[in-house]
């Protein structure tokens, strides 16, 4: 793969899901991403890709690693941000997406979008012209995929014939972008949850697409035996999504899924061959205010914390972190690709 030509194929375009783009292009953003950290950590800066550039940051829910990674990533790389919050513009409640994105259009080169609908990221790229980047709608999460596939790059040195086990909420953005990234990079993605909280079979069916050309083996199932056997990475998330309200129907259902030691031992997977990931925000313990209120009034919770126990979260497994910090560097990967000057590209 020639990752500047991959990189310039993406030019001028908008970032809304995973399968808007070839298998070539998403691992080109992630091994960029890997680049850029690299430059940065040699020498202290990084390449003014969007030198002078103005880049809208609309966020229709609440975020601290994509707002970060946009602001800081911004700033790295020479643009000028500017954040919109959930509550205090007109947007929504006073003017259209389609009035909105055409004065974004006017006003900025580029814009990331955090909000409820697909559709909405369609018509804010239709009617803006410029490109949008999806920063997590109800059904994707792609910029949470650059970071993810790239940590699991870091960590294992390749991306094909590794098994990742998503548990939990198996319909959410982030199983999503999980089942069909994996499937596109050759990633053998199995998600495991209760029947009812299965992806829909359009998205297995287009993960099913891009694993036969990548080899991938993904899997859909309820047995927690069956698929995190064999796993190197288990990956959970909130079992209640931005947007959703439905705790108590939540926990009765994925209580069983809960990732503990007693899980990841029953991967079978060697020593060294085993991580936990997580997207976060994270309930593994009683120091926030709604895992807090969760733990006092679901007795069901024999222990704080949900979808994950604080052992597991803070044990050696854990790569939360690192994962969290490489949203940055790949969200200044997709900013870079797509608006960027790529004439000032060099390889790190
Ligand atoms: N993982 C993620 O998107 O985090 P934020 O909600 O903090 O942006
Ligand atoms: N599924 C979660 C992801 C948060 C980053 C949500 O949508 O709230």
């Known amino acids: 793969m020639n990752l500047k030509s991959e990189l310039e194929s993406m030019q001028g375009r908008s970032f809304l899901k995973e399968a808007d783009f070839t298998p070539e292009q998403i691992e080109a953003l992630i091994d960029f991403g890997i680049n850029l950290k690299h430059e940065k950590q040699e020498k202290g800066k990084v390449t003014p890709y969007l030198h002078d550039k103005d880049i809208v940051l609309l966020f229709q829910k609440t975020s601290t690693r994509t707002r970060l990674s946009f602001e800081l990533g911004g700033d790295d790389l020479g643009a000028n941000t500017a954040y919109i919050d959930p509550t205090s513009s007109q947007f ?21 979008y955090r909000g409820f609908e697909q559709a ?30 790239m940590t699991i790059k870091e960590n294992f040195g390749h991306l094909k014939g590794i098994t990742l086990a998503f548990v939990g909420d198996g319909r959410n953005n982030v199983a999503n972008s999980l089942l069909v990234c994996g499937s596109m990079l ?19 069916d287009l993960a099913n697409v891009y694993a036969k050309k990548s080899g991938a083996k993904p899997m859909v199932t309820s047995s927690i035996d069956e698929g995190v056997k064999n796993a190197n990475i288990v990956y959970t998330d909130v079992w209640v999504s ?5 705790w108590e129907d939540r926990i009765n259902a994925l209580l069983p899924y809960q ?3 007693e899980m990841m031992k029953k991967t079978g997977t060697p020593e060294g061959q085993l991580i936990f990931m997580h997207c976060l925000p994270a309930f593994h313990d009683k120091n926030t205010i709604k895992g807090n209120e969760a ?13 994950v126990t604080d052992e597991v979260f803070r044990s050696k497994f854990g790569r939360q972190f690192e994962e969290a910090g ?7 990967a997709i900013m870079a690709a797509t608006l960027g000057d790529l004439n000032l590209f060099k390889e790190y």
């Open 92 to 112: 929504g409640k006073k003017e259209s997406v389609e009035d909105s994105a055409r004065a974004f259009g006017e006003l900025a080169d580029g814009i990331e």
């Open 120 to 149: 909405d990221m369609e018509t804010m790229a239709k009617y803006s012209g410029v490109p949008v980047w999806n920063g997590l709608s109800n059904e994707w999460h792609p910029t949470q995929m650059i970071a993810d596939f």
């Open 186 to 204: 050759g990633v053998n993605v199995h998600i495991v949850a209760p029947d009812s909280l299965h992806p829909t079979q359009e998205v297995q």
């Open 242 to 246: 931005m947007g959703e309200n439905n």
């Open 259 to 261: 990732v503990n030691m």
């Open 295 to 307: 733990f006092e009034k679901y007795a069901q919770l024999k222990t704080p914390g949900m979808e």
């Open 326 to 332: 490489n949203r940055k560097h790949s969200i200044m």
